[in-house]
């Protein structure tokens, strides 16, 4: 018997009478998944629904009752028996390309960001005083504020890394806004199973969340969509950002996250006989996990000469740890272009070798499963990502660092490896040259609650304030009959 679960999210007064259908064999059994065949009228009404919902529940609901609702539903998450992981962990490989044990691990892991401590800390990050966004509350400087959330937010998610948009939709609900989703058909499950578990929990907080899946560029649609929020939070490419951005009203907020790339850098004292076999695992794991989709893991490693193994060496068993990892969890198919934009990488590399360039090609035979290109000289340079990365050699990692400031705009996160004397100076460079996120090897691809997404703040971008003045507040009491 075939379990049969729709790609959608609307609320139930809500009709979709239309869908087209695909089965899909897993190792738990069958899956009939419905895709809805949407037509403006259906945008539109979903998403007056949804924002009525809110209205009515989300926006008059204690924050810290969404906390706790919130933390109910990722508690079922955290359980490997829940029929929604099981879901999740049967149908994600299938839809996504990935291997299923990264994602068996990697979203048991994230999902524990949003447990009722995590989002503490999301809200005490950025707010003073979170209870503003139930009412007002004192500032220091005298007089009272108040946040508000928009009415509704619309989402464009990307489909790159299974379960990112989980985050978004949490966001929007701390804030108490409606949602209405846009899922790429790459990965269109997650925040259906996510809105699926706050049903289980309160089904009138999950009735203001609405899930569509569409193709972009269905300009009619999105343009509803488009209406019917009171802002737009946007991800992916860079021709995505700029095809959304350039259509949407001045008066509606916009946020954006394209394309990003981030890095590693490697110091001698990492490098050293007892250190530099757990720096190499550590890396490869950061370039293996989602095959280097998220923007969080490294396109390129600035390694330092004076350890115990050059970086030569270090890229050499770099693509020895990468064939492991290949063994283990196998890179997910690529399209004809992907693989194509890898093979050009590599011909440019070994023609550049041929006519006396410091580089050197490291390569999986047969297929383009990895590649670790090493370059003598300090430089910068993008990669086609499923495990392709560039190795440069460095003297010292301070004055590579210098290198990166002229790419500013695209830079992202850097995981590092040196020791604690240099960790802040470098850091100061770093954040000078424009990264936003400085972690360990290895966490590359797992951010910590409350970071800052894009050097910005994840609650407070979303919100608007409203400020009482001192001067309003001692007027009033003049008006208070038993004055004195």
């Not at 500032?139 to 948009?165: D, E, T």
Request: net charge negative; charged share 25%.
């Amino acid at each position: 018997m075939s379990e049969v679960l729709s790609m959608y999210r609307v609320p139930r007064e809500v009709s979709i009478t239309e869908c087209h259908e695909e089965n899909i064999e897993t190792e738990q059994g069958s899956f009939t998944l419905k895709y809805p065949v949407l037509s403006p009228e259906i945008v539109v009404d979903a998403a007056r629904k949804a924002q009525n919902a809110r209205d009515v529940y989300l926006a008059h609901l204690p924050l810290m009752e969404v906390v706790e609702k919130i933390d109910r539903a990722i508690q079922k998450w955290l359980d490997p028996d829940y029929p929604l992981r099981r879901w999740a962990e049967a149908l994600l490989p299938i839809l996504t390309g990935y291997h299923s044990d990264i994602i068996r691990l990697e979203l048991k892991r994230y999902m524990r960001n949003f447990r009722k401590k995590e989002l503490l800390r999301f809200l005490d990050e950025e707010f003073d005083h979170p209870g503003m966004l139930d009412g007002f509350r004192p500032r220091k400087s005298g007089g009272m504020s108040r946040a508000y959330g928009p009415h509704m937010i619309f989402h464009v998610f990307s489909g790159n890394v299974p379960g990112v948009q989980v985050w978004s939709l949490i966001m929007g609900l701390l804030v108490k806004s409606a949602a209405l989703g846009k899922t790429s058909l790459a990965e269109p499950l997650m925040p259906v199973l996510f809105s699926m578990s706050l049903a289980e929990i309160d089904e009138r907080l999950a009735e203001s969340i609405v899930i569509l899946p569409w193709k972009g560029g269905e300009v009619e649609l999105e343009a509803k969509a488009m209406e019917a929020c009171e802002a737009l939070i946007v991800y992916g490419s860079d021709e995505t950002v700029e095809a959304y951005r350039h259509r949407v009203p001045i008066e509606k907020r916009f946020l954006s996250y394209g394309h990003k790339i981030s890095l590693a850098m490697v110091g001698k004292e990492a490098l050293t006989a007892d250190r530099y076999e757990d720096t190499l695992h550590r890396l490869a794991a950061d370039i293996a996990i989602y095959d280097q989709q998220s923007c969080l893991a490294p396109q390129m490693v600035y390694v330092e000469s004076g350890g115990v193994i050059t970086p030569k060496d270090f890229s050499q068993l770099l693509a020895c740890e990468l064939e492991r990892y290949e063994k283990k969890w196998p890179r997910s198919a690529l399209s004809h272009e992907e693989a194509m934009a890898i093979h050009k990488m590599r011909n440019q590399a070994v023609f550049a070798a041929i006519n006396g360039a410091d580089v050197n090609v490291y390569m999986s035979e047969m297929n383009t499963a990895w590649t670790v290109i090493f370059h003598r000289k300090a430089d910068f340079s993008g990669s086609p990502l499923n495990r392709t990365i560039h190795v440069f050699a460095v003297d010292d990692l301070e004055t590579a660092a210098e290198t990166l400031t002229r790419f500013r705009r695209y830079l992202q996160s850097c995981g590092l490896a040196v020791g604690p004397e240099r960790l802040f100076s470098l850091s100061e460079r770093l954040g000078t040259c424009g990264l936003n996120r400085i972690c360990a090897i290895g966490e590359m691809n797992r951010a910590k609650p409350g970071w800052h997404h894009d050097g910005r703040f994840n609650l407070l971008d979303l919100v608007r304030f409203v400020d009482i003045e001192r001067t309003a507040e001692m007027l009033a009491e003049q008006y208070d009959p038993d004055v004195e």
